[in-house]
Structures are given as structure tokens and as C-alpha cells.
Nanobody, 126 residues
Framework: QVQLVESGGGLVQAGGSLRVSCAAS????????IGWFRQAPGKEREFVAS????????SYADSVKGRFTISREEAKRMVYLQMNSLKAEDARLYYC???????????????????WGQGTQGTVSS
């Protein structure tokens, strides 16, 4: 059974940094693209960033380019999202997601996702 568990959310001041982590189990981790999505109350879940199965390709939403960095650590089966220069509009529930199929380079739509984590809250105070 595939399981994705997020951690690291919390409260940070605007302009500050936060790192959220995703621990994966139950899948051949090195074969799957992993992404981050986020969602505000009453809004649709939106793409944030993804990293390919081999770590060679990353993609980002325009709203976070230059501020967020996604990375993966194969030995620990972990994916990280480093968020810098945080803005009030970055305050969302952040979800880790695994691709629906293996050896896919990116996931940018919710329809590309095969498994979701439970989410971790990122809050930004102004």
C-alpha cells in the first residue's frame, strides 16, 4: 500500500522560510515522480512543484519559481520542498503526491496523481 506522509508545516512570518517533507513508502520510490500541490479553503488544489523519478527534471508553478525548490533523497525515500521568501498567499494546505504511472517526468495536474498524502499546513503571518 502506497503511503505518503508530510511533515514540517507550521507558522512563519512573511519573507521567511519553511521546509516541508514527504516520506514515501509502499512503492518503488526511485521509479516515481513526486510532486507538491496546495489548496486553500474553498479553492481547487493547485500544482506547486514536481521532481522526476530520477531527479533530473523539476518543474514549478509560475507563482513559486525562484522561491521554492523541490528535491529528493533516494536513500531516505524523502522529497522536500524548500519555501523561501514566503508570502501571505503561500499559506495553504500542502499535499505530497505520487505520479499515477512510473517513469513519468512531471505531474502538474491532479489527474496525473495516483496517491496523495494527508497534507501539512503552511501558515504565513504578515
Amino acid at each position: 500500500q502506497v503511503q505518503l506522509v508530510e511533515s514540517g508545516g507550521g507558522l512563519v512570518q512573511a519573507g521567511g522560510s519553511l521546509r516541508v517533507s514527504c516520506a514515501a513508502s509502499g512503492l518503488i520510490f526511485s521509479a516515481y515522480v513526486i510532486g507538491w500541490f496546495r489548496q486553500a479553503p474553498g479553492k481547487e488544489r493547485e500544482f506547486v512543484a514536481s521532481i522526476s523519478w530520477n531527479g533530473d527534471r523539476t518543474s514549478y508553478a509560475d507563482s513559486v519559481k525562484g522561491r521554492f525548490t523541490i528535491s529528493r533523497e533516494e536513500a531516505k525515500r524523502m522529497v522536500y520542498l524548500q519555501m523561501n521568501s514566503l508570502k501571505a498567499e503561500d499559506a495553504r494546505l500542502y499535499y505530497c503526491a505520487a505520479g499515477r504511472r512510473h517513469h513519468i517526468a512531471t505531474i502538474e495536474a491532479t489527474s496525473d496523481v495516483g496517491c496523495w498524502g494527508q497534507g501539512t499546513q503552511g501558515t504565513v503571518s504578515s
